[in-house]
């Protein structure tokens, strides 16, 4: 196996025995095989959308697909292998369909991702070692193609989410293929590469923006609002991942029986929404961001739901291993997964809350309040005080810290940052990064929070639109004019196609930490520098020189 797409991968240089993740080399290299043949499926729905024949089935397929293979989204054997093996239909169909209508479907075609099947588990691993990231000789190109890949799978997340609650982009599946196949193209220079990571940032905005769209038309505008930390002495559930869908069904059938329900890491904002606000048995949030799962699901008591990533193996003595759930893309061998919706039906959840009755009650591991909610629409409620602040001086200058958060010491680094900036400069944080300060006293400027939550990681998209107000606001021609610093974590491919958004409106000098990505070539970081200003961190004594002079 080889990869290197996530922030924590071995060495800084790339995971090659077992993910630190946990992945192992058989699913890390049927992953590889997955991507391959959707590469052929998406070489031939390309074609056909150039005759103007779409296809759900495909466009979900790869969806799906891509999502899977996000880090620790999905770390289940046999889901890859059925997944593979239903690939080989999917394009048989289409080749069938370009055949029917007089086209030979192989012509000019040289990759045997178009051609190459096996149902024999032996032949796929063997072939799934020669279709992987090394692939790619020339280190340019190949950073380029797995920037490229990565920022799509990111794309994928958010697209998923949004098509769960009935939100569908035909361009944005059209992209998604456009990409894969620009990635398995020999005659494409870096540059046209360059230019397709570009395209996958703008594409990043449009999906993060009908994501928004179906979360707030669904549930309502975030709203600012004080999330209780603390447990109650009833049986509960804790969901984690992203998906609000899931969310909604959970809270429904939860209701009336009994069970308590509580967000984890990445659905803590769901907290937010008036629409989960109402349910009387939705507590509030427990515990911190993914990697502190080990201990906090120990202590939760009762089943645990993963919508998305991100997933941590158990070790081998953890006692909560039997009471963890797995739906949508995410998975996990010995976990038990609750199948899709059908026929736009809710998922059926019973089996969990038959579970938790079982279920000893939380065990309180912290009390008190978090408070978040601020999305567009309530930072727009709050923009004469948030003006007014920032032209009395009483607000200096935003800090956007948003993105991923992860177990590598160096994070502290975010803690201490954030502990140190100034008492006139505001944080604008999405996405579970903010779990490295959003717990410290760090007050408020004028009844303004210094920590100002949006979400989730898509919804950093808030915080675009949040940037654009201001510049308008402000009379500014140019974002980068503005107030605000950009100081981002990252871990996993999500984090990627929000960068990768924020470059294509242009905005400069985003700093990336705690380290830059181990896909980009030399090359490839010195045309992030040079074009965008890309930096990475120093010590929190240099950087707070930097961002503050
Ligand atoms: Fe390694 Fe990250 Fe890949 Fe997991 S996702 S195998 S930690 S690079
Ligand atoms: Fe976090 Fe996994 Fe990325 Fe959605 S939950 S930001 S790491």
Request: contains cysteine; aromatic residues 10%.
């Amino acid at each position: 196996m080889f990869c290197y797409q996530c922030q924590e991968t071995a060495k800084g240089k790339g995971c090659t025995f077992i993910g630190v993740c946990g992945k192992t080399n058989d699913v890390a290299i049927l992953q590889d095989l997955l991507i391959y043949i959707m590469r052929g499926i998406s070489k031939l729905s390309v074609r056909l959308r150039e005759k103007g024949i779409e296809s759900a089935e495909v466009d979900k397929f790869i969806v799906d697909g891509l999502f899977m293979t996000i880090t620790n989204a999905n770390f289940d054997k046999q889901r890859f292998v059925k997944k593979i093996k239903e690939a080989f239909d999917v394009r048989e169909k289409l080749l069938e369909k370009l055949t029917a209508m007089g086209e030979d479907p192989l012509k000019g075609e040289k990759c045997d991702c178009l051609t190459w099947k096996s149902n024999n588990l032996q032949e796929m691993e063997e072939k799934a070692t020669h279709v992987g990231v090394l692939r790619t000789k020339n280190e340019d190109i190949r950073s380029l193609r797995e920037l490229i890949i990565y920022g799509v799978k990111g794309i994928s997340a958010y697209a998923e989410h949004a098509a769960n609650l009935g939100y569908k982009d035909n361009g944005i599946y059209a992209f998604m293929q456009e990409a894969l196949v620009a990635t398995e193209n020999d005659t494409l220079s870096a540059d046209d590469l360059v230019a397709m990571v570009l395209k996958c940032g703008s594409m990043g905005v449009r999906v993060m923006a009908l994501l928004d769209k179906a979360n707030t038309t669904a549930y309502g505008n975030p709203e600012m609002t004080r999330v209780n930390i603390g447990v109650r002495n009833n049986p509960a559930i804790l969901i984690s991942g992203h998906d609000l869908r899931d969310m909604k069904d959970l809270l429904e059938q939860t209701e009336g029986t009994g069970v308590d329900v509580y967000t984890h890491s990445e659905m803590l904002p769901a907290n937010y929404y008036p629409a989960f606000k109402k349910y009387k048995h939705f507590v509030g949030n427990y515990g911190n961001s993914w990697w502190m799962q080990t201990s906090e699901f120990e202590a939760f008591n009762g089943p645990v739901l993963f919508t998305t990533n991100c997933i941590v193996p158990p070790k081998p003595n953890a006692t909560y291993a039997d009471r963890v759930y797995t739906t949508g893309s995410s998975g996990f061998e010995g976990f038990p997964h609750i199948p899709d919706r059908k026929d736009g039906k809710p998922k059926d959840f019973s089996r969990i809350i038959e579970h938790a009755k079982k279920c000893a009650p939380p065990t309180e591991i912290e009390k008190g309040e978090i408070i978040g909610g601020f999305a567009h629409e309530q930072v727009f409620a709050l923009a004469d005080k948030v003006v007014d602040a920032v032209k009395s001086g009483a607000i200096r200058k935003f800090f956007v810290m948003a993105g991923c958060d992860g177990r590598m010491k160096n994070r502290g680094y975010y803690t201490e940052f954030a502990e140190r900036l100034p008492k006139d400069t505001v944080i604008l944080t999405a996405g579970c990064a903010k779990y490295r300060y959003n717990k410290l006293p760090l007050g408020d400027i004028g009844g303004i929070p210094r920590v100002l939550d949006a979400g989730q990681c898509n919804d950093s998209y808030s915080l675009v639109v949040i940037a654009m107000k201001l510049k308008e606001i402000f009379g500014l021609n140019d974002v980068n004019e503005l107030p605000i610093a950009y100081n981002i974590a990252w871990y996993e491919q999500k984090a990627v196609i929000v960068l990768l958004a924020l470059l294509s409106l242009g905005v400069k000098n985003i700093h990336l930490g705690p380290t830059l990505p181990a896909f980009l070539s030399p090359n490839v970081a010195k045309i992030l520098v040079e074009a965008f200003g890309i930096a990475g961190i120093g010590t929190v004594d240099e950087d707070m020189k930097l961002f503050l002079n």
